[in-house]
């Protein structure tokens, strides 16, 4: 097999795959390939395959079917790709120790991440646009004016375009992720002692925002449609409170969506007795036709914070922030550049190459995807009437039935290595209702969350005592 030396690395300029040899699809045939190849010894550790376009043009195939087959061996530790440098032998992986229980593997279902991309043209296609990011990595590792570089700001406004929204550019900031985002809104828009309101359950980030700022929280009672707009009137009039927090698409932790009818009442209330609302719109993007947000009915009122940790990945750390007016900008940028600086250039010129060229759309036409069929298994599972979901919230609401309560059902789940969280974590007003949140998304695949819920399904079905039998 010819060898050549470049620089550091030695290149198979001749490695040719005989794919007839199998009767698998294309793709896998590679991956089986590499595997064969080292072996036998013709693939060494720290050998560079040949480029994906070329090694395609000589086997007559499409450059997807190579980018797959690439992908899957990395998938099974095979090969590693590096940036800007190209795809390197790694190895035979080491076996994986057998489990010494039947019990399962840990699940964690405590994270309301959204399904990680496992098709190997898509996972291709995210690593070309890095590939693509990285030419310019020089400049972008230099320090930039905070708020955004002009390329940047654009593809902001063409992503908050698909929610009605189009601000004018000064008031669009790019930030180092919607905790960042909400730290700096709060903080210009309250001091310690202050009150901000939101629904009673809450996003635990919110709560720890606020723990930090010496800030208090007062949660806001709830029904079907989400908060109450008259007692939004009574707490503005008896709390004096600096702004509302409000979470109105696919609540975390409830998955409850406001309907617009209830938008417009809540947006009718802060107009009428001058208060400020904080819209945190985390999940805004993955219904396919949302809700118009409250940025749109009040902009005037509203900051409006588009996170693309959950409609993108959460390792982006970078969130569109809208402000009411550009006046109101200023303060805000001044804040959030105390404590972060800016965000990160790389990150943000990757989430802006993934909005520009499609790939962003892709990832979010994929979390649809999956998150309904997850859905889909949990409605089939899990006894009706035991939990609210929405058929594209990334977590289920479960309301425990008697004699279950919280503490019980968590740590039951947490014995098997099934993690969850109790209601706790999210209540404003101390008296969490007997529930938790389970989270079907993230790097657990599917067939784990099928087991977990499987598993829950039966202690919900018993009592306590009943289902520890199985332990």
Known sequence: MLRTRFGPFVIM????PDLARSDKPRYLAIADLIAEDIRAGRLSVGDRLPPQRKLAHRLEIDFTTVARGYVEAQKRGLVESRVGQGTFVRGLPRAEPRPRTARPDLVDLTMNLPPEPDDPELVARMQDGL?????????????????????????????????ALVPAQERVFVTPGAHAALVGIFSLLAKPGDVILCEALTYPGARSIAAQLGLTLVGLPMDADGIDPDALADAVKRHKPKALYLNPTLQNPTTLTI?????????AVARRMGLRI???????????????????????LTWHVAGLAKCIGAGLRAAYVIAPEAKAGWPFAAALRAANVMASPLTVA????WIEDGTADTILRFIRAETAARQAL????????????????????????EPWTR?????????????IVASDAFCTDGNPPEAARVCLGGPVGRDKVRHALEYMAHALAHSPAAASTVL
């Open 131 to 163: 590939a693509e990011v990285s030419r310019d990595l020089v400049a972008l590792l230099r320090y930039q004016s905070f708020g955004g570089a002009p390329a940047d700001k654009d593809a902001a406004s063409a992503w908050l375009g698909r929610r």
């Open 13 to 16: 300029l001749d490695w040719t």
């Open 278 to 300: 904080v819209e945190d719109d985390a999940y805004g993007f993955i219904p396919a036709h949302g809700l118009p947000p409250l940025a749109a009915m009040a902009p005037d």
């Open 407 to 419: 503490s019980a059902f968590v740590g039951h789940m947490q014995a098997t290595g099934i993690g």
């Open 378 to 401: 949990a409605a089939d599972i899990l006894p009706k009437g035991t939990f609210r979901a929405d058929p594209l919230s990334f977590n289920l609401w479960v309301e425990l039935p």
């Open 259 to 267: 309907p617009e009818a209830r938008r417009a009442a809540i947006v």
């Open 350 to 353: 990757l989430a802006t190459r």
